[in-house]
C-alpha cells in the first residue's frame, strides 16, 4: 500500500513509519516540525528513519538514507494547497492523521494552536481524502475525550460530550468531523484512543519523560493530586501493532465508521509506576506532592473488548519492561545529551 504518516517527526508518527516502511509499504512521512518541545529530538528521529536534517526544506520530498520505501517532506497540514497537491500526485490508499498540537495543559496556554493544527488541519486532510478516493482513513483520538466521564473503565460506547480541556475537544471534534464525511462522502474513517503512550524517544512533555529527567538530574519530580491518580500507561510498540491492525480493518458499516481504544487495560498507580521507573534508572526520585492541575483527570482507564474482538489486538507489554526499554534508551539519548 502507498501509505501517508502525518506526524511523522513525532513521537507515535515517527515508529509507525519505520514500522510500515520495514513491512514493505511504501511510507510519506509528513511534518511541520514545530517548536512545541525541542525541535532536535524531531530531527533525532528522522535521522533514525534516514532523513538528514541538513536536506530537509518545506515542501521537498527527501528519500530515506536507510529504509526503502519511504520518503519525508517537511509540511504543514494547514497548508491546504500544498497539502491538496500532494494527495492528487501520489494518489495514497491509506491514510494515518497522527498529526496534531499535543498536551493537554499547553491547550489552556494557546488555544489557538489546537484550532489551527487539530481542527482545520484535520478539516484539509478530510478534504483531501474526499477528492482523492482514499480507501481508509486512520486517525489518532486520545482518551482525554471521557473527560468528566465517572464510569470505568472507559468504553467507546460511553457518552464523549464532557470533555475538560481544548485538547480533548479538538480531539472529540475530529471524531465528529470525520463521522460526518463518512457518511457524507462514503470515506472509511477510524480513530483511535491512544491512553498515555510511552516509550524509547517518547515526548519530553509527557510526565514519565520529566520524571526520568529530573531523578538523574537529582532534582524533585512533582507528583499531581498526591498521587492519587492511575494511568492507563500503553507501550509504544503496542500501541504501533494497533495502528496496523486498524490499518488493514477497514469499516464495514454504514457509514463506514469505526472509533477503538488502545490502551493497557490495566491501569496502573501513579506511585507504582514511578517506582518501577526508579528501578529501571537506579534511583531514587525525590517528591514534591501538589493539587490536581486543571484540565487532568483522576483515573483513565480502557475497556478494549471491541478493539480486541474486531482487530484481534491485545496489548502485550508489562510496565516494569515497557520502563526498562524506555529507560535503556534515555540514558543512552537523552540523558546524554543534557
Not at 158 to 177: C, F, G, H, V, W
Not at 178 to 189: D, K, N, T
Request: hydrophobic share 40%; aromatic share 12%; proline share 4%.
Amino acid at each position: 500500500m502507498k501509505i501517508l504518516v502525518s506526524g511523522a517527526a513525532g513521537f507515535i508518527g515517527f515508529h509507525l513509519a519505520e514500522k510500515l516502511a520495514s513491512l514493505g509499504h511504501c511510507v510519506i512521512g509528513i511534518d511541520a516540525i514545530n517548536d512545541y518541545y525541542d525541535v532536535n529530538l524531531k530531527y533525532a528521529r528522522l535521522l533514525h528513519s534516514g532523513i538528514k536534517r541538513e536536506e530537509i526544506e518545506y515542501g521537498k520530498k527527501i528519500k530515506s538514507s536507510s529504509l526503502q520505501g519511504y520518503c519525508f517532506i517537511k509540511l504543514d497540514l494547514t497548508d491546504r494547497d500544498r497539502l491538496s497537491a500532494l494527495f492528487g500526485n501520489e494518489q495514497f490508499d491509506c491514510v494515518c492523521n497522527l498529526a496534531a498540537q499535543a498536551g493537554v495543559r499547553y491547550s489552556l496556554e494557546n488555544p489557538a494552536a489546537y484550532v489551527d493544527s487539530n481542527i482545520c488541519g484535520f478539516l484539509n486532510i478530510l478534504e483531501a481524502c474526499r477528492y482523492n478516493a482514499v480507501k481508509h482513513l486512520v486517525f489518532a483520538s486520545s482518551s482525554s475525550v471521557y473527560g468528566l466521564n465517572e464510569k470505568v473503565p472507559f468504553s467507546v460506547t460511553d457518552t464523549a460530550d464532557q470533555p475538560i480541556s481544548i485538547y480533548a475537544a479538538t480531539k472529540r471534534s475530529n471524531e465528529l468531523m470525520a463521522h460526518v464525511y463518512s457518511h457524507l462522502f462514503g470515506i472509511p474513517c477510524t480513530g483511535l484512543r491512544f491512553f498515555t503512550v510511552y516509550g524509547p524517544w517518547g515526548r519530553p512533555d509527557m510526565a514519565y519523560y520529566k520524571f526520568a529527567d529530573a531523578i538523574l538530574k537529582n532534582e524533585a519530580i512533582e507528583i499531581y493530586n498526591n498521587g492519587n491518580m492511575s494511568r492507563d500507561f500503553t507501550y509504544i510498540d503496542d500501541i504501533i501493532d494497533g495502528v496496523i491492525a486498524a490499518i488493514v480493518h477497514i469499516p464495514q458499516s454504514r457509514p463506514p465508521f469505526a472509533i477503538y481504544n488502545l490502551g493497557n487495560k490495566r491501569p496502573e498507580q501513579l506511585m507504582d509506576f514511578i517506582a518501577e521507573l526508579e528501578k529501571a534508572l537506579g534511583r531514587k526520585a525525590e517528591k514534591i506532592y501538589k493539587d490536581m492541575q486543571a484540565g487532568d483527570v483522576p483515573i483513565t482507564s480502557a475497556d478494549i473488548g471491541e478493539t480486541r474482538r474486531e482487530l484481534g489486538w491485545e496489548p502485550k507489554t508489562s510496565i516494569s519492561g515497557g520502563l526498562q526499554l524506555f529507560a535503556q534508551w534515555f540514558l543512552e539519548y537523552a540523558y546524554n545529551r543534557t
